[in-house]
Each structure stands twice: as structure tokens, then as C-alpha cells.
């Protein structure tokens, strides 16, 4: 679960790391006043759930109050675009205006769970301010990295090595290693998936801060958070995926046009995988569950048919769990229900109570195209383009 | 024989009276398995299917009725402890259903059983079958798989059983399919399964399953190279998923290159496996690897 740039600070700064003084708002009346604390000398920054914020001028360096509030009334209540959003952008519903710092060196600071050595590590680097993902690339040896070990948790020691590494100067590392164990604090105590800090700032004033947070927390971990500030901001998510989140439907909007029912995660990619290669393109990823019933499966057709990209659908079932004449029960019941007409749905069904299904899509006469294989799912997709 | 379960596993169920752990243990003692227990706090005493004693404690099902392997089902808030009282109370093989356990019970978790020296498959798997002996500890349809010589393993549920509804038609039995969950950190990875696999006498080759997100396709591929004779056929799903995204599996997001569909197939590639072209083709690319070979 994303947080927003503004939780993740308040979240650091709660456990005692240093971060700039900054102010929230959503409103453009309360901008001159948020400006006015920092003499006009601030950054406006859009508070988003998407990276590349900056290089779509989402982060703003003003000198004065006026300034603030230009800037601010031509970001507030709009939609931006990044590289990581759709082509509609997200809605900006609030900035953090914040102090501007006289910054001497940009580090790079994060903690995340290794799934590989399935531990905690911490990452850093001396080139902050940069997308890791490059640094990874161009010059993978600037990446230090450490290992937690779960039993006895990040060690200063390890703090104090990483801090050789940076080539932080002598004096600062105390300060460096009280806020690396504390942003580690923060990580473990609120069931984090990932801390970022980057740039993690040395001012000119030798003072480490959180310039820019980015925080996700485990969304398995949820039912034992309990601190309010950390709440989802779901006007981030485009209305359909809010539906189906809410509706306990694991969805993912994609640009095609081939609405995917599936069950399972993996089979669920590996239906949009045959259906790329067949030269159509999916329209979504919809993985409905093993223990879906009709009314879910229902929702997840209704899902399927709000999106108005979609011109076809495949389902795709091996019924295990899942029995195969529910889910039939349950597409039979929302082609019925639809207010709008229904596209063509291409219907393969394997495993439990298959027969059963195919036999209740048959008599139904929704416009079922009922097919054995991969392959002739795919050929009959084609043929309705 | 077979990997993980065989004919002297002595299957102990760890939430057996509730909804989905009793539904799964009859179909399990249905396809042949020995469940010789149950544990629920607070039904001891009960008897479950009128034949399998149900207990309070791991360790008292153990004492009285020698139980080896553990499958359990219990809540995501309380799985983690589950695997451990099952560890501590002598099982040598846990698999663990449950989907949702917050990550960081999950590293704990793994740690203190790889210690323990206990194995681990899961959490959030769909468990092990071995049709060669008729041991089903796990939440697959039983009549999918027939017997033979080809392994399975797989980070996915249903893309197994489409896998294994592939392979069957075309005479090609398995003698293990193990799960080994879709989750980002787990307790036995591809490199575990492959090892066993490729020391066992009765498995001749084995299908890979990945998808996107992490590194175990690429730490599979190392070891594929370096410590694995037997063909190895591998399909990796999610070419289409766009990157930061979790496509249903919470380890199925692509936050790097490495995560990429593409950057796994190149490395299990370079390592000799054969890949599957198309989810399609699981069937028909393994047919021509035994072929080959």
C-alpha cells in the first residue's frame, strides 16, 4: 500500500529522523500562509502516487510567496501525467509546500525485503537524487548493500560500515547511523515493503534530512496497523480499480481491448501472455480466486463490462477450488443484469464441474463462444476483431 | 518415490475443522493420503470424519500418532506461529496454505525453520502431490494428475493444473508437483525443488514455472547451470504485466529489470533449459525435451 511523500515524512519524522519543515495543503487559499513560513523560499512539490513526478514539473523551486501561489493554482485539482501513471494522469488533491535547503551532497538511502535471500536489506549509495534503477545499471558498484539478520536486526555496526562506504565525513556518522536504525525502527514497527529515502540530503549546514520519502506497507500486515495517518489515499486509483479492491477482485486496467476473467494469478498472466502473442492485446489482469461464488464472480464480469475498452471477452477457468458451473452461474447472471449490450465472451472451462458450466453457458444464449484450448481460444479472439 | 511426501509421510492437518482445512483434508485422504491427525485449539478430543483424531497441540498429535508432515490452513495472523509449533514439535515437512502472511512473519518465519533444519513449501502454495504414491497434501484437483516421470514445480496454483491438464493427455505423468507459493519470500525456492528433484531416482526431467517479479527464476537458472543433468523445461508468465504493478501474487511485481519476464527467460536460456514459448505449448515443449533427450 502506497503512501504518500507527506505520511512517509511524518512517518520518519515520528521515529526521530530529521525532515524538512514542510506543510500540507489541499486548498489554494492556504498556500500563501504555508509560503509565508519559509520567507516565500520553498518547493512545491504534487503529493502522488506515481514516480517521475519531477520531470513532469510536479516539483517546483519558488522565491517568493506570489510565486507559490502561481505555481500552486497551476498544479492543485489538475491531472498530472508521468511516465508511471496512465495516459489521464492522476488527480493532485494535495501539495506539500516545503522548505527550500542549501544542499552540499544527495545520498541514496532505502530498505526493502530481499525475496531471494527473503531478508531485510538496506541499500545505499553516494549517487542520490537519482532513480536507483539507473544507478543499478550504469554503475552497480555505487550500490552498497547489507543484510538484516531477522533475529538480532540492524546492527550499527553495519550502520557505521555503510557510512565508511558513502565516505561520509567522520563527523556525521553518528548522525547517519542514529537515522539509518531509525528509519529501520520506522520500517519494522509500521510493516513496511519499502522505505526510500533519496536524496537523503547533507545540507550545507552539515545536517543529514529526509529530503524526498517514498513508504509502502505490507498490505497482509494491515489488520495490525492501526495508526491513522497512515491511511490509503484510494482517490489515487482510477474507480474501477477501487470497485474491484473493495470488492476482494484482484485487478489491474491495461490499454487493450480482450476483458480477461481468470482464476489464479498465474494463470491469470499466463492468459494475457497467449492473448499478446495471439496479436490481440488484453484490456486487464482479473484474477477472481479460489473461493469466489456466483455474486463475485458476477461483480467481476460487471467489472469487466464498465470498462468501455472492452470489446471481447476471455474467460479463462481451471476449475479447482472454484467449480466451474459457479462461475458459468455467475457470468450467466451479470450478461443478464447488463444495462449495456454484452460483447462477445470466449469461454474456455477445464477441471471441476466443466461440463456442467459449458452446459449452463450453452442454454443461457448470452453469446458464448465455447472453446477446448488455448489455441482455438485464441483463433476465435481473432476472429471477432 | 517422490520429493517431499511419499508413502511413509504421515500427514497432520493444522486447521482441520474449519471451512477450507476440512474440505481439503477429505479430499486429500480421498486421493490416498495417510491424514493420521488434526489440530485445532479448543476441538480436542474430537474426532474429524468420524476416523482422524483431532488434538489442541502439534505436539501431542505427534506423540500419539507419529505424524511426520504438517499442511496447514490457519488464519494469515496466526499461520506464522503454526509453522513454528509445528517445527518445535518435531515435523520434518511443513507446507503452509495460507495466503496473506505480512512478510515479516514470513522472514522470521523461514529463518527459524531453515535453522531448525525442517523443510518448509509455502506460505500461500497450493501444496504437493505425488500421483506415483498417491500422496495429496494440498488444495490441487486430484484427478488432473496421472503418474510418471516429470516433475513440477511452480510459483502458481492454477497455471500448475494447467500445466499438469497439458501434460497428462500427451502420456506424460509426474511423479511430484510441488507449489512453492506466490509469495515474495518463502521457505523452499526453485534452487530447493530442482536439487531434490534432480537426486531423485524416479523424476527424468522438470517443469519449471516462473513469473515475473524477484530473482528465484535467475538464482534457478545459476544453479540449473552449474548442478542440474536432467532436462529442464520452463515457462515464465507475465511478458504483458506493466512494471510496479502486483499482478495478483504479492511477489508478482516488476520493480526492476531483473523482475522481467524477459530478463528470466534470458537466463534460464543461457542456462540450457528449454523454454515454452507460449502458455499454450507447456505440453508440447516438454514432449520434445524427453524426446531430445
Do not use: W
Amino acid at each position: 500500500m502506497k503512501l504518500h511523500e507527506y505520511q512517509a515524512k511524518a512517518l520518519l519524522s515520528k521515529h526521530g529522523v530529521p525532515v524538512p519543515r514542510s506543510e500540507v495543503i489541499s486548498s489554494l487559499s492556504e498556500v500563501r500562509q504555508s509560503a509565508q513560513n519559509f520567507n516565500g523560499k520553498c518547493v512545491v512539490k504534487v503529493q502522488i502516487h506515481a514516480g517521475g513526478r519531477g520531470k513532469s514539473g510536479g516539483v517546483k523551486l519558488v522565491d517568493s510567496v506570489d510565486m507559490a501561489e502561481e505555481v500552486a493554482g497551476q498544479l492543485l485539482s489538475k491531472n498530472i501525467v508521468t511516465h508511471q501513471t496512465s495516459p489521464e494522469g492522476v488527480p493532485v488533491n494535495d501539495l506539500l509546500i516545503e522548505e527550500a535547503l542549501n544542499v552540499s551532497k544527495e545520498l541514496y538511502l532505502s530498505i526493502l525485503v530481499d525475496g531471494g535471500l527473503g531478508k531485510v536489506i538496506v541499500m545505499a549509495s553516494e549517487a542520490g537524487g537519482m532513480e536507483i534503477e539507473q544507478v543499478a545499471e550504469d554503475t552497480p558498484d555505487k550500490i552498497l548493500r547489507v543484510v538484516v539478520d531477522p533475529n538480532v536486526g540492524l546492527m550499527s555496526y553495519q550502520a557505521r560500515d555503510l557510512a565508511t562506504g558513502l565516505g561520509i565525513d567522520k563527523k556525521l556518522h553518528s548522525q547517519f547511523i542514529k537515522l539509518l536504525l531509525n528509519t529501520y525502527e520506522a520500517f519494522i514497527q509500521t510493516d513496511c515493503s519499502l522505505i526510500e529515502i533519496n536524496p537523503l540530503a547533507i545540507t550545507s549546514q552539515g545536517e543529514l534530512l529526509a529530503i524526498d520519502a517514498k513508504a509502502s506497507i505490507d498490505e497482509d500486515a494491515l489488520f495490525r496497523q492501526t495508526d491513522e495517518s497512515l491511511q490509503y489515499d484510494s482517490r489515487q486509483e482510477p474507480q474501477i480499480e477501487k470497485l474491484a479492491r473493495t470488492s476482494g477482485l484482484s485487478y489491474v486496467k491495461l490499454d487493450g481491448d480482450v476483458g480477461c476473467l481468470v482464476n489464479g494469478a498465474g494463470l491469470a498472466m499466463a492468459t494475457m501472455d497467449v492473448t499478446m502473442a495471439a496479436g490481440a492485446t488484453p484490456a486487464n489482469f482479473l484474477d477472481v480466486g479460489g473461493g469466489a461464488d456466483v455474486d463475485k464472480v458476477h461483480k467481476a464480469v460487471e467489472i469487466l463490462l464498465s470498462d468501455p475498452g472492452v470489446k471481447k471477452v476471455f474467460v479463462n477457468i481451471f476449475g479447482g477450488i472454484l467449480r466451474c458451473d459457479v462461475v458459468a452461474e455467475g457470468i450467466v447472471a451479470a450478461a443478464k443484469a447488463s444495462k449495456t449490450p454484452v460483447p462477445p465472451i470466449v469461454v474456455r472451462m477445464l477441471g471441476t464441474n466443466a461440463e456442467e458450466g459449458r452446459k449452463i453457458l450453452k442454454e443461457a444464449n448470452i453469446g458464448v463462444y465455447l472453446v477446448n484450448d488455448f489455441t482455438e481460444a485464441t483463433k476465435t479472439i481473432k476472429s471477432l476483431s | 518415490m517422490s520429493i517431499f511426501v511419499g508413502k511413509e509421510t504421515r500427514l497432520l492437518v493444522q486447521g482441520i475443522t474449519g471451512r477450507e482445512g476440512s474440505y481439503h483434508t477429505s479430499r486429500c485422504i480421498e486421493y490416498g493420503t495417510n491424514v493420521v491427525a488434526g489440530v485445532t485449539p479448543g476441538k480436542g478430543g474430537q474426532l474429524f470424519a468420524d476416523k482422524v483424531p483431532v488434538y489442541d497441540t502439534v505436539k501431542h498429535a505427534v506423540l500419539d500418532t507419529k505424524a511426520n508432515t504438517s499442511l496447514i490452513f490457519v488464519p494469515p495472523a496466526f499461520a506464522g506461529e503454526a509453522i513454528i509449533e509445528a517445527v518445535d514439535s518435531g515435523i520434518e515437512t511443513v507446507i503452509c496454505i495460507t495466503e496473506g502472511l505480512p512478510v515479516s512473519d514470513s522472514i522470521k518465519v523461514c529463518d527459524y525453520v531453515k535453522r531448525s533444519g525442517a523443510k518448509l513449501i509455502g506460505p500461500n502454495c497450493p501444496g504437493i502431490i505425488s500421483p506415483v504414491d498417491n500422496v495429496k497434501a494440498g488444495i490441487m484437483p486430484g484427478h488432473v494428475y496421472a503418474p510418471g516421470r516429470v516433475g513440477v514445480v511452480s510459483r502458481s496454483g492454477t497455471l500448475t493444473y494447467e500445466a499438469v491438464g497439458q501434460l497428462t493427455p500427451l502420456g506424460i505423468g509426474q511423479s511430484t508437483c510441488v507449489g512453492i507459493g506466490g509469495d515474495p519470500v518463502s521457505g523452499s525456492d526453485f534452487v530447493d525443488v530442482l536439487n531434490l528433484f534432480e537426486k531423485d531416482d524416479f523424476t527424468d526431467a522438470i517443469v519449471m514455472i516462473g513469473e515475473i517479479g524477484g530473482t528465484k527464476e535467475q538464482e534457478a537458472a545459476e544453479f540449473i547451470k552449474s548442478e542440474v543433468s536432467k532436462p529442464v523445461i520452463s515457462l515464465i508468465v507475465g511478458q504483458t504485466a506493466p512494471p510496479g504493478r502486483r499482478m495478483g501474487h504479492a511477489g508478482a511485481i516488476i520493480t526492476g529489470t531483473a523482475a522481467l519476464a524477459s530478463s528470466k527467460v534470458k537466463s534460464l536460456e543461457q542456462a540450457g533449459a528449454f523454454i515454452v514459448p507460449s502458455p499454450a505449448d507447456i505440453g508440447s515443449t516438454t514432449k520434445q525435451a524427453l524426446e531430445k533427450n
